[in-house]
């Protein structure tokens, strides 16, 4: 993919739950425009939504805070996008470091065909982090993060494919957090599970509130009023995608700024 922007990411001087900020960013998959000119103030340690029917771009926006775009070919995106003050979208910057930061977990829990202890440890050491004391307790951690530790201590060597659904998305989630990132980005993280595992998982992204900064795609209304500080409200006109408003969540609901909003969230429109 190309990129259209200077600067340059800078792990070591992302602070802890980096704010972020895009202005102006557009996400052009060949000649067709996915969404434009979305400018989004995502405050750091927060727990943001992106809301809004099929097809407004919430993933794609998603995907080039980790610069996931670039493995689209044809994709470009363009206007400027910071985490944490540092620029994602310039040329040559660290991906490595950038994704060790920023985790993203997509809609179908994806575990590796590994076992339990495997698909934590294999990131650790991909990003070469810490000898086999520190790479155990991370991994014991970020079970316990996911509130999984306790039901697979005893079987970290099974296969992670063994687990639930509900079980795999949270291993998923302690994947990302191994690496200790300041950003969390999930994308429908409880599409494909049934309430009660949705539940579970809602409850650990909720704990992770103030330890990084999360950015949720969500389709379940009910689930941004509860979890979300800020929403942002995403549409499409002509099939471009744009950004219709955000604010704080409670605003968005309660007394929302376009009458779209208003009927979005009442189920009458998207
Ligand atoms: N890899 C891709 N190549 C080409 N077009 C794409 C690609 N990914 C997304 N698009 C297009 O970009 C637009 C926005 O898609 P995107 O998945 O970002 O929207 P979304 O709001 O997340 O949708 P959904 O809620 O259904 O997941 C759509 O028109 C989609 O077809």
Redesign the pocket.
């Known amino acids: 993919m190309v990129h259209e922007e200077g600067g340059g990411f800078m792990s070591a001087s992302v602070a802890d739950c980096p704010a972020i900020r895009a202005d102006k960013v557009s ?1 052009r ?2 000649k ?4 434009e000119d979305v400018s989004l103030e995502v405050s750091g340690g927060a727990i943001t939504a ?1 809301v ?12 080039c805070i980790n610069r996931l775009t670039d ?2 070919e ?2 470009v995106v363009s206007g400027q996008l910071t985490v944490g003050g540092e620029s994602v979208l310039a040329r040559g910057i660290d991906l490595l470091a950038l994704r060790r930061q920023v985790g993203m977990i997509s ?1 179908r829990p994806n575990p590796f065909p590994l076992s339990i202890w495997r698909n934590l440890e294999l990131p650790l050491r991909e990003h070469g982090v810490g000898d086999r004391t520190e790479r155990q307790q991370r991994i014991e951690q970020a079970l316990r993060d996911v509130g999984l530790w306790d039901e697979v201590k005893d079987r970290l060597n099974r296969s992670a494919h063994a687990l639930s659904g509900g079980q795999q998305q949270r291993l998923c989630i302690a994947r990302a957090l191994v690496l200790r990132p300041r950003v969390l980005l999930l ?2 993280p409880c599409s494909a599970l049934d309430p009660i595992s949705s539940g579970v998982v809602e409850d650990h992204v909720v704990q992770l509130r103030r330890r990084c900064t999360i950015v949720i ?1 969500t ?1 379940n209304l009910a689930q941004a009023r509860r979890i979300a500080d800020e929403t942002a409200v ?1 549409w ?1 006109r002509e ?1 471009r ?1 744009y950004l219709l408003e955000s604010g704080p969540t409670a605003r968005i609901f309660e007394a929302p700024q376009n009458p779209v909003t208003a009927a979005y969230i009442q189920g009458l429109r998207g």
């Not at 067709?32 to 969404?35: C, D, I, M, N, T």
């Not at 809004?52 to 995907?63: A, E, I, N």
């Open positions: 996400v998959y060949g067709a425009l996915a969404f992106l809004g029917p099929s097809g407004c771009g919430k993933t794609s926006f998603l995907s493995l689209y044809g994709c809609q994308d429908e795609v389709h995403f499409t099939g995608g």
